[in-house]
């Protein structure tokens, strides 16, 4: 299985994030693919290759215009007035709409603008996000290219990750939807495609995505919102809107889940997946389900991922892995590759 990766992540360092009334040390940062380059490399699971720049345009299919406009120049605005800070909103205003909305962004506030294009204070923008959020997108991109030209699976070693970017919002640590943005590129060319979300949180960014389409299957297993982030989204009555409509599945789980309660969770998406029989499976590959994740509440083990990467095996599709969340750094390698292995073994 060959591995995409490029060092560009390194240029995104988040410092900090605001959490729970307070600044506290960001977790999603450039030692997590590190240290999962290093595992991929020791185990021998396959080659390491740099990906293809695609350009813009991939993202555009997906994303607002003004949003990834915003993105791309965010920072050097905010330098201007915050020098050595990353950005962070700090005013949020969705019932500010119409005519007054656009009085204010016409203003060119970063300000505002950042509270218009983000839904949390958790995603800093820092110096280096933008390189490195389009470098992850090329790395997906270039996953699914290798799937579609006949390769049976592919790993995107990308960050910042991308499952709760939506088209005009980032956060979540996420801000372009790489595994969004890869699904469009190879549903472009024909091919139907089904995205398995198994990170613990819910892809919200995705399901907006895709959320009035029946050409793309979205199916998410993860911590209910009742009780984790993102909050707002990811309930089980949460089906799709209009031609969508039972094209999106939520399988919002409790606290403490172990892998008996994750299994027939991933036997309903399997069933739900085979049904839709895509020609290619995309998976949202979040390791933030394991027992010793710092910022969830899930109780899986390290076998346990080998499991994971059975069952999905045993889907039989061509398989694109895109890298999500998993905060633990003693095990995040083992546990990523293991779901690999036990995917590439089944
Ligand atoms: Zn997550």
New binding site residues.
């Given amino acids: 299985m060959k591995t995409f990766y490029t060092a560009g992540h390194t240029a995104h360092v988040p410092q900090e994030e605001f959490e729970a009334g307070r600044m506290t040390p960001a977790v999603e940062v450039p030692a997590r693919v590190e240290t999962v380059r290093r595992r991929i490399a020791e185990r021998k699971l396959g080659p390491i290759v740099e990906p293809t720049d695609y350009g813009l345009a991939p993202a555009l299919r997906v994303h607002n215009s003004e949003f990834v406009a915003f993105l791309q120049t965010a920072h050097a605005r905010w330098a201007q007035d915050h020098p050595g800070v990353d950005a962070i909103p700090s005013v949020f205003a969705p019932q500010i709409t119409g005519q007054r909305r656009r009085e204010v962004m016409a203003r060119d506030s970063t300000s505002a603008r950042l509270g218009q294009y983000c839904f949390d204070t958790g995603t800093p923008i820092t110096q280096g996000s933008w390189s490195a959020a389009a470098a992850a997108v090329n790395i997906a991109l270039s996953a699914a290219q290798a799937v579609r030209l006949g390769d049976a699976a592919a790993f995107a070693l990308a960050r910042p990750p991308g499952h709760h970017a939506s088209t005009t919002q980032f956060g979540g640590y996420c801000y372009l939807n790489n595994i969004a943005i890869a699904a469009q590129f190879l549903t472009d060319t024909g091919a139907r495609c089904a995205i398995i979300d198994v ?3 819910h892809g919200n960014g995705t399901q907006e995505i895709f959320y009035a389409r029946d050409d793309v299957l979205f199916v998410s297993l993860h911590a209910d919102p009742a009780f984790a982030y993102p909050v707002y989204w990811g309930f089980a009555d949460e089906i799709g809107r209009a031609r969508g409509e039972g094209f999106n599945l939520n399988l919002p789980l409790p606290i403490a889940t172990n892998w008996q309660g994750y299994r027939e969770a991933l036997a309903a998406a399997s069933a739900r997946i085979r049904s839709f029989s895509p020609d290619i499976l995309l998976v949202s590959l ?1 390791l ?1 389900t394991f027992a010793l994740d710092p910022i ?1 509440r899930f109780q899986l083990q390290s076998e346990d991922y080998l499991r994971l990467g059975a069952t999905l095996a045993e889907l039989r599709k061509p398989t694109v892995f895109v890298f ?2 998993g905060y633990n750094l003693e095990h995040l390698a083992e546990n990523t590759v293991n779901v690999l292995e036990g995917f590439a073994a089944a």
């Fill in positions: 990170d613990y949180h979040g933030d969830c999500e969340g």
